[in-house]
């Protein structure tokens, strides 16, 4: 294996295999903004990204960056074109021109750039072990972020342009995602049908009233349910710690008819109450996981000093635990409010009533062949945004309050 080790064999090797990846993903992005039937071409891209991946290699200290970076992207763009007969993006270059040039460009860029990285001071000899791996590393990282951020993009991105099209649109071209912006507010039209004709205000206020109650009534339990096990002494006290997760050992799906005969017998099917009931079982025990793990970072010596100063153990966990422990009850809030806000099978289970549908079992409601497929991404759509708002606004909090109790105070 240590022929492998020499700078031009591994830029052959990862510019061939990154190459792949790029013109995958300029292909797919192509068809989804043009409609054209765009392919990688991986048997060209092979070769292409394996050359220029030793002319990254080969390049020259002394001669200008800029000027060695145009050169290899204009080598890059001749060879894809000329393997592949010319046509780089398997269709013809005569057919949306300007778009298939700004595909090459970004081709060359997504190219030349992160292998430039990936081979940053690397000799054309020998490697040492050391430079073989720090290379190895920075492709696969930077192949982790590409992968990792293209299924979630594409998939949005698609579910997007889809609710902003007419029916008439989808059915002339299913592949085409661009927009038509002269028919600027009318992009909206699924959007203003859903809240107009489909109930979806009520849904969402449905949906962010249980998420918030859901939160309030686990924080009621989990709290003082944590601060037992983290601080208390008593009977069975390490067996209920190792024990709060077992629930999760049992998939909701096993659980799903005896909550639905139960429910529908006790009369709290087909309720906002009965959710509130159920929702919190399933958002209790990871909160008290969570918790229980930062209680126990906050030193008991200050606990300590209050119950010396002659406050009892009620107020000591008020007024000094609590507010200790504002990121880690932060993120808790945070996590429980995205469970209780994304779950679907019990919603979908128990409320049979249009009025009291949360938003996922309203969204569940568009998935029928009499209601158009733009309808049904929009809903998506509506369901996503606040809580990737919410998320994105409150993620330091998140990050924060489930790293805190990781070190002991």
């Known amino acids: 294996m240590s022929f492998l080790r020499h700078g031009y064999i591994l830029g052959v090797g990862i510019g061939a295999l990154w190459a792949a990846v790029i013109a995958t993903v300029v292909a797919i992005s192509f ?45 890059s763009i001749i060879l894809l074109t000329l393997f592949r007969f010319g046509q780089p993006l398997g269709i013809s270059l005569s057919q949306n021109s300007l778009a298939q040039v700004l595909g090459l460009i970004l081709f060359a860029f997504s190219l030349i750039w992160p292998l430039s990285k990936f081979f940053s001071e ?91 109650m859901t939160v309030v009534i686990t924080l009621l339990f989990s709290i003082p349910g944590a601060y037992a096990v983290a601080r208390l002494r008593f009977k069975g006290q390490a067996m209920m710690s190792r024990s709060i997760l077992l629930i999760y050992m049992v998939p909701m799906i096993v659980l799903a008819l005896p909550i639905y005969i139960a429910f529908s017998m006790v009369g709290l099917r087909n309720s906002i109450f009965g959710i509130l009931l159920i929702y919190p079982v ?26 010396m100063d ?12 609590l507010p200790l422990s504002l990121p880690a009850i932060a993120s808790v809030s945070l996590y429980v409010f995205m469970i209780a806000w994304n779950e679907f099978l019990l919603a979908f289970m128990l409320l049979d009533d249009p009025s009291k549908f949360t938003l996922t079992r309203g969204v569940a409601m568009l998935n029928s062949s009499e209601i158009p497929r733009q309808h049904l991404m929009a809903g998506s759509v509506i369901a996503t945004i606040p809580i990737m708002l919410i998320f994105l606004g409150l993620e330091k909090f998140m990050t924060k309050g489930l790293t805190a109790g990781s070190v002991k105070g």
């Open 31 to 75: 068809s989804l903004l043009t409609g054209d039937p765009a392919t990688p071409g991986l048997i060209a891209a092979l070769p292409v990204g394996a050359i220029t991946g030793v002319l990254i290699i080969l390049r020259k200290t002394h001669i200008s960056v800029f000027f060695q970076t145009v050169i290899i992207g204009l080598i």
């Open 282 to 307: 399933t958002t209790i025990p990871v909160a008290l996981y969570m918790l229980q793990g930062y209680f126990r970072g906050i030193p008991a010596e200050i606990e300590e000093a209050g119950l």
């Open 310 to 321: 002659g406050l009892t153990r009620l107020k000591v966990i008020w007024q000094i635990t």
């Open 122 to 212: 690397l000799p054309v000899n020998k490697l040492t072990r050391h430079e073989f791996e720090e290379s190895i590393i920075r492709f696969l990282t930077g192949f982790g972020y590409l992968f990792f951020i293209s299924i979630v993009v594409i998939p949005f991105f698609i579910m997007l342009m889809t609710s902003l099209k007419s029916q008439q649109a989808l059915l002339l071209n299913p592949l085409d995602y661009s927009l038509d912006l002269s028919k600027g507010w009318d992009l909206f039209r699924s959007y203003i049908e859903l809240f107009r004709d489909y109930n979806f205000g009520n849904y969402l206020l449905t949906s962010f009233f249980v998420s918030v």
